[in-house]
């Protein structure tokens, strides 16, 4: 076991959550540095890949890439989380945020420029200097005190060109910069418009560049209350078909629909499906504290496997290079034969086709290098990396397992996340089985007396009717037996086998919850308990 390990079995005790994440992450740099970072230095994995990874990239909280074409809502989105201003915003129909804006906590507002910024160590920027000025005039970091931000970091992206405007160059590569960034981040968000579908160009390169983080990719349909629940479908449908064209994975992309700024619905007919969508969304952004070490590991593991294969590649061609003549000829050849080699090397050492480079990009790469100079393949850092990835990773991911249960529950708290946790403008308040909380009266007894007269044609003996007439009735309602049995165990308050008027009146009432489309409750919420069962119920709490 490791010595860090051992170490947190030790002081488990003592150790708080904040000493648990640092411990997860000195683990996971602890196995980069020995294992990994050898084998990408031996074969030059940072000049065809990415930079080596440094503290800041294992210590930086978890992060939002927001990428999407001009006047889609990006900034718009991230005052709509944080509910406030933050400096470089700019929001308006033209194209407006012209850099990339990393949005993140800090004790005074304010802002730093893209030069500064890439030589502070304690933030995860510093590879970025390798774009050059044109990029770093171009990035600036906006720091402010929000309790947001206490938890996550959000990148605005500038909006993507589309027609003439995207021929225009930005000085440098804007969708390595996004690959970059997506290697890092813990989410994706691209934000689409209603009434902007077509995905331009450079959208489409841009989607392209998050090749390999998939799972990352979330994608919403900003501004859906400017069209009618009719014409919300076909803008639904033809997104998915425009996604389908350029994102090739067999799975379905997750889309949440709404209006995510703070102004009035111009459209109320779907209010509700915005709500449940928000609430989603939020819940998928507010759980990234909580899955940042596994995703973090992921990242790694994803990283040793194509170092791993790319040390296999370049010791190849290092192998089938002459010593003396033709050199130039066979670096040719083996460039233009790069896609059998991918084949022959996926049969000799049974690696899958997902884990290679894109060929085409790797062969653009090669023709830069003299194969003569690459290393032969040195078999102890291959052992060395498979020893990580079969034995070490297990050990690591039960450590931040059992870190997940000792450690309170991390959510993202503040600005809008805070609008929808309590209070009536919760989701769901009053609904379903919510529905009559604050009533002073059952609110069964409503619609009691159209229960009434169906109780009075099952027989009733002593007040009572039986199971079997109870469930005559019941199955009318065509729900599964799984679902009518729970029902039955919540009206039954008394738990005789038996429905008193009340008890089947709830029944039925729980019926109906469940038809309209909600969720039953695990246990009797207190205002659905028949008045007549109260005392008894309440006594044996």
């Not at 080596?52 to 989380?81: C, H, W």
């Not at 989410?187 to 489409?204: G, M, N």
């Not at 759980?287 to 190849?316: C, E, F, G, T, W």
Request: hydrophobic share 40%.
């Amino acid at each position: 076991m490791f010595s860090w390990m051992g170490r947190q079995a030790g002081g488990r005790e003592r150790a708080g959550g904040a000493d648990a994440v640092q411990t997860v992450t000195g683990g996971l740099r602890s196995l980069y540095l020995r294992k990994v970072l050898p084998l990408e230095e031996a074969y030059r994995f940072h000049e065809f890949h990415s930079p080596a990874l440094e503290d800041a990239d294992f210590e930086n909280k978890p992060m939002i890439l927001l990428v999407g074409q001009y006047s889609t809502g990006k900034t718009t989105f991230i005052r709509y989380l944080l509910e406030q201003d933050f400096p470089g915003m700019r929001i308006g129909p033209e194209p407006t945020t012209d850099s990339f804006i990393a949005v993140m906590y800090g004790e005074t507002e304010g802002s730093t420029p893209g030069n500064a910024l890439v030589v502070d160590p304690k933030k995860p920027f510093r590879k970025l200097s390798r774009f050059g000025n044109a990029f770093l005039n171009r990035f600036m970091c906006s720091q402010l005190p929000n309790q947001v931000l206490k938890s996550i970091s959000i990148i605005d992206s500038p909006g993507i060109l589309s027609g003439e405007k995207q021929r225009i160059s930005r000085g440098y590569d804007f969708c390595q910069v996004l690959q970059w960034f997506a290697e890092r981040v813990d989410r994706i968000i691209l934000l689409f418009d209603a009434h902007k579908l077509d995905i331009s160009d450079e959208f489409s390169e841009a989607i392209k560049a998050f090749r390999g983080q998939d799972d990352k990719i979330r994608v919403v349909l900003n501004k859906a209350d400017q069209v009618d629940t009719q014409q919300l479908m076909r803008v639904y449908g033809a997104l998915m078909w425009s996604l389908g064209k350029v994102i090739n994975t067999p799975e379905v992309l997750r889309v949440y629909i709404g209006s995510f700024w703070a102004q009035p619905l111009q459209n109320t007919d779907n209010r509700r499906l915005f709500e449940a969508e928000a609430q989603d969304l939020f819940r998928d952004i507010q759980s990234l504290p909580q899955k940042a070490a596994v995703r973090k590991l992921n990242d790694l593991i994803k990283r040793a496997r194509l170092a791993k294969v790319h040390a296999y590649i370049i010791s190849y061609l290092k192998k089938e290079m002459p010593n003396v003549f033709g050199k130039e000829n066979k670096k040719r050849e083996l460039i233009f034969r790069l896609p059998e080699i991918y084949i022959q090397l996926q049969r000799e050492y049974q690696i899958s086709a997902g884990d290679f480079p894109e060929v085409k990009a790797m062969q653009e790469q090669l023709e830069n290098y003299d194969f003569t100079k690459f290393h032969s393949l040195k078999p102890k850092l291959i052992e060395a990396v498979d020893n990580m990835l079969s034995s070490k990773i297990s050990a690591l991911m039960g450590l931040i397992s059992q870190e997940e249960m000792s450690m309170p529950t991390q959510l993202v708290q503040g600005g809008a996340f805070d609008g929808t946790t309590e209070g009536p403008f919760n989701q769901g308040y009053g609904e379903g089985a919510k529905e009559g909380a604050d009533d002073e009266e059952w609110v069964v007894a409503k619609d009691k007396p159209v229960y009434d007269e169906l109780f009075y044609t099952l027989s009733p003996i002593n007040g009572k009717i039986s199971g079997v007439n109870a469930k005559k009735e019941m199955v009318t309602s065509k729900l599964p037996n799984s679902v009518l049995g729970k029902i039955w165990k919540l009206a039954d308050c008394d738990c005789d086998g038996m429905l008193d008027e009340e008890e089947f009146a709830l029944a039925k009432h729980l019926i109906k919850i469940k038809l309209d489309g909600y969720e039953l409750p695990n246990s009797l919420p207190p205002h659905l308990v028949p008045p007549s069962h109260r005392k008894s119920l309440f006594k044996a709490d």
